[in-house]
């Protein structure tokens, strides 16, 4: 039997202690970046590839090196870098029913029928037949089509059909992390299905890997973290799948950056898709998106205009919809459901915007309705009363609500938005929302939760009468904002010069270079440039540590890569994203000087990292050293993954004698997760004054965008409210649901994200700044003079008074200061910018 012996070590404790957590929640965050695929350790990693799940004898690795030379000064090293494994894709999967010369597609046959009656229907619902028969004809779609309108069958089908042909395998990308499992379990019993997402245990994920590659499962549902992550590890590090029939992007909206949802990672699982797996035709599936979110999805999908299947987005006519402003919106949410109208409905969610307030009014719902509320209609009541949820709370309680409303177990959700995606209870009978929701697009989708069995359903909405809900929101829309300055601090780390081109180029040609040349080069391309005596750069990898840059931007880690997605979405194509990477090589060799350089003879990356240090860096004694392998990979144009790999083999060396490899003492870690990215470094000045204007550009757009759709949300929906809910409480007013319905598919019909916010007088819901100049003055030199040691910025100080949380400037230590934070929420955050800049500019002198 092979044993592991270790050597339990004193416990930590004080400083050492903390840094220990420290450590552990960034590598579960690395953890998370990556998919949930666990960083190799020292424990429980393979001695010779430092990869996981087997031993050293069983390693697939070629054993390549020889003994190792004893120590010696020489540290010339042939350099030859191991050839990346190329990653072999899958064959692609032909079309069913090829289409027809034209690119027409076949009369539906028979046996798409009888797949339908096995997954348990009799006909096809409108927008169905039409988009399972272009995926079996394999033509790339988009559907967008209404919640509950049965857009899952659109890839159950084509699965099921495909899978019956050939052993193959339909891959469904959902962010939907918490109902992923419910989702394979919910899936007809014809279709076997598995999921991988970052929530599972490593055995978990292995054994459903397992039953993916042995061709037992028809579909895969992955978290796009998930499928990024695996394709960010080393070469080849993908696993073998069977071939892919087609993708399907659930929720395909958060591909948009004009969507109301966009998620950074979604936009790479297009490429990992294409790229690592060969997929070929796309499925884009979503319920919410104006013309200018599809157009934006249909293209990143690679889907032809006319393969957009659009229909109008309607509120079904079994939901009721209704809108007031209340003055205490608490105690008419009360009276609502003590109403005859809504007594008897047993299985009702309350949006909130904020967390805080789901608790505190499902508290306030257990109290004044535990006794109010008669038994249901049928003489059952559910156990519990009201609930709160929130993706604050921990998975197993949020699992334990989830359960419980979906058994009817529990009668009121009083949730945020985390709760309901992908939620397919039948009989939800009402839908409430305290407060302005975010956008149309998620009213629409949390509206949409209600009635699905065509039963009654019945929504209000309670606005705040004095706008207080839009101040709330306009906070998280100024949040993800940023200055120039963050920008180009951004852009310069992004592009720092290089110094491998040969050929400068005269000034007066700067401009001229700057319109013509593509900046991401093919070899060919740069071969041709050269020949003309334009040299150009083929660009590095570099990596950004995510910590520090977050710190030195004051913007959250999404915020920054939203940015340099913009940046690989340019039609220049500034540069290109690649996976999250630990940067830092840490290196502790007990042997010092001679048993590095020992060791430099069979790994080039140390031999070339040890070349390049300055003589006097070179001590002797016991060696610690931390360094970049990503520009140190670089400078050597190897890939990362090779030189990560090389370094790691620094640890063992194999006897000469038994094979059998043997501990060098020397410790190889790699610390500080950073953005992985492949840009130029030899961008002149105006380039670079392009990029800053294009990327601030887009910033400050999509902050005024935002405001402008927020204003619009909120006019439309004072447009047609109540002044309270008195007359909600007896019957539905149709006329008054019609109203609001034909609103809100307008606007999903109109064209554009809508107008600029104009700077011309105070939003809803504020105060004009003149009243109040002095004042703010004042309190703007309060917090100067308050934190003396702080280099305040106006939009800092702006945050603080809006109580907006930043890394520089957390709301657990500002927040805790009533002096100042959230004091000015009811006047217009540029405006407080503008005055807190001068004030600066004054208090600096
Ligand atoms: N052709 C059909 N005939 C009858 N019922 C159907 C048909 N297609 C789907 N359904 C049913 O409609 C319900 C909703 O389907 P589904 O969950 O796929 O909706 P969806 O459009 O994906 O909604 P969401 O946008 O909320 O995810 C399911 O219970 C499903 O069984």
């Known amino acids: 039997m092979k044993q592991k012996r270790y050597v339990r070590g004193p416990a930590l404790r004080g400083r050492l202690l903390r840094k220990q957590m420290w450590k552990q929640k960034w590598q579960k965050k690395g953890e998370h970046f990556v998919g949930g695929r666990p960083r190799a350790t020292l424990k429980n990693s393979c001695f010779r590839c430092g990869q996981l799940g087997h031993w050293s004898s069983q390693c697939p690795q070629p054993v390549s090196e020889k003994d190792p030379e004893p120590a010696g000064p020489e ?44 997954l348990g229907h009799r006909a096809f619902r409108p927008g169905q037949e039409r988009a399972v028969m272009r995926i079996l004809s394999g033509i790339s779609t988009l559907l967008v089509s209404p919640t509950g309108a049965g857009k899952s069958l659109c890839y159950q089908l084509p699965a099921l059909l495909y899978a019956r042909r050939s052993p193959c395998l339909t891959l469904v990308i959902s962010p939907l992390l918490s109902l992923m499992d419910d ?102 599936l979503t319920a919410t998106a104006t013309h200018s979110t599809s157009r934006d999805m249909a293209q990143h999908l690679g889907v032809a205009e006319e393969h957009v299947l659009r229909g109008p987005v309607t509120i079904p006519t079994n939901l009721y919809l209704s809108v007031s402003t ?89 949730a945020t938005v985390a709760f309901g995606m992908g939620l397919d209870r039948p009989d939800v009978r009402a839908v409430l929302h305290l407060g302005l929701p975010p956008s149309f697009e998620s009213y629409v989708q949390a509206v949409g939760r209600a009635g699905r069995d065509g039963q009654p359903a019945h929504c209000h909405l309670f606005l705040q009468p004095q706008g207080q809900d839009l101040q709330e929101l306009r906070r998280h829309v100024h949040a ?26 005269p000034p007066e040609q700067e401009g001229a270079k700057s319109q013509e040349r593509p900046v991401t080069v093919s070899p060919s391309e740069a071969e041709q440039a ?90 002797e004694g016991s060696y610690s050293v931390e360094f970049d392998v990503v520009k140190l990979a670089d400078s050597m144009g190897w890939k990362l993954a090779p030189a990560k790999q090389a370094l790691r083999q620094l640890q063992w060396y194999p006897e000469p004698s038994t094979g059998a490899h043997r501990d060098t003492g020397v410790l190889v870690e ?113 917090l100067l003079s308050s934190w003396p040691d702080q280099q305040f910025s106006g939009r800092a100080v702006a945050r603080i008074f809006h109580g907006i949380g930043s890394p520089c400037y957390p709301a657990q230590v500002y927040g805790r200061d009533r002096r100042f934070w959230r004091k000015h929420l009811h006047l217009s955050f540029r405006a407080l910018m503008r005055l807190a800049t001068e004030e600066i500019l004054l208090w600096g002198h």
């Open 670 to 782: 790699f610390r500080e997760l950073a953005f992985c990215l492949h840009s130029p470094g030899d961008l002149t000045a105006h380039e670079k004054d392009q990029i800053c204007d294009f990327l601030y550009e887009r910033v400050q757009t999509r902050e005024q965008e935002a405001l402008a759709r927020l204003r619009r949300t909120f006019q439309a929906f004072h447009s047609v409210a109540f002044p309270s809910c008195g007359p909600c409480l007896e019957q539905p007013d149709e006329e008054h649901s019609a109203r609001l319905k034909a609103l809100l598919s307008g606007y999903f019909e109109e064209e554009g994200p809508g107008g600029m916010e104009d700077e011309q007088g105070p939003e809803p819901g504020q105060a004009r700044i003149q009243d109040w100049e002095d004042q703010i003055r004042q309190d703007i030199r309060h």
């Open 183 to 284: 989702q394979v379990s919910g899936l007809p019993p014809c279709l076997k299905a598995a999921c991988i997402h970052s929530g599972m245990t490593r055995k978990e994920r292995d054994s459903a890997l397992k039953k993916v590659q042995a061709a037992q499962v028809h579909v895969l549902m992955l978290s796009p973290e998930a499928l990024v992550g695996a394709a960010a590890g080393t070469p080849g590090s993908l696993p073998q799948l069977p071939p892919v029939a087609f993708a399907c992007v659930d929720e395909a909206h958060c591909l948009s950056q004009w969507s109301h949802n966009f998620r950074p990672c979604y936009l790479r699982v297009c490429k990992v898709l294409r790229e690592h797996m060969g997929v070929r035709c796309f499925l884009g």
């Open 326 to 414: 209340d003055r205490n919106p608490d105690q008419a949410l009360v009276t609502l459901l003590q109403s005859d109208r809504f007594r008897d409905l047993n299985s009702v969610i309350v949006y909130c915007n904020r967390r805080e307030d789901t608790e505190r009014i499902a508290a306030l719902l257990r109290t004044c309705l535990c006794e109010a509320w008669d038994l249901g209609p049928r003489g059952e009541a559910p156990e519990a009363v009201a609930e709160a949820y929130h993706a604050g709370m921990c998975a197993r309680e949020r699992r334990r609500v989830q359960q419980a409303f979906m058994e009817g177990r529990l009668r009121v959700v009083v």
């Open 75 to 118: 540290l010339l090293v042939t350099v030859e870098q191991p050839g990346p494994r190329v990653p072999c894709l899958p064959p692609t999967v032909p079309p069913l029913y090829p289409p027809g010369p034209s690119g027409q597609v076949a009369e539906t046959p028979a046996e798409v029928f009888q797949a339908l009656e096995q």
């Open 480 to 505: 993800e904002a940023s200055d120039f300055l963050a920008v180009k601090k951004l852009v310069q780390c992004s592009f720092p010069p290089c110094t491998c081109t040969h050929a400068q180029q």
């Open 530 to 619: 050269s020949n003309k005596g334009l040299a150009q750069c083929l660009g590095h990898e570099r990596a950004l540590p995510v910590q520090p840059l977050v710190q030195a931007l004051d913007m959250p880690e999404e915020a920054i890569e939203t940015l340099l997605c913009y940046l690989e979405l340019h039609p220049r194509r500034w540069l290109e994203l690649l996976a999250p990477t630990y940067a830092y090589c840490h290196l502790r060799c007990p042997g010092g000087l001679p048993q590095l350089q020992a060791l430099a003879r069979r790994c080039p990356p140390l031999a070339v990292w040890l070349a390049q240090q300055p003589q006097e860096n070179i001590g």
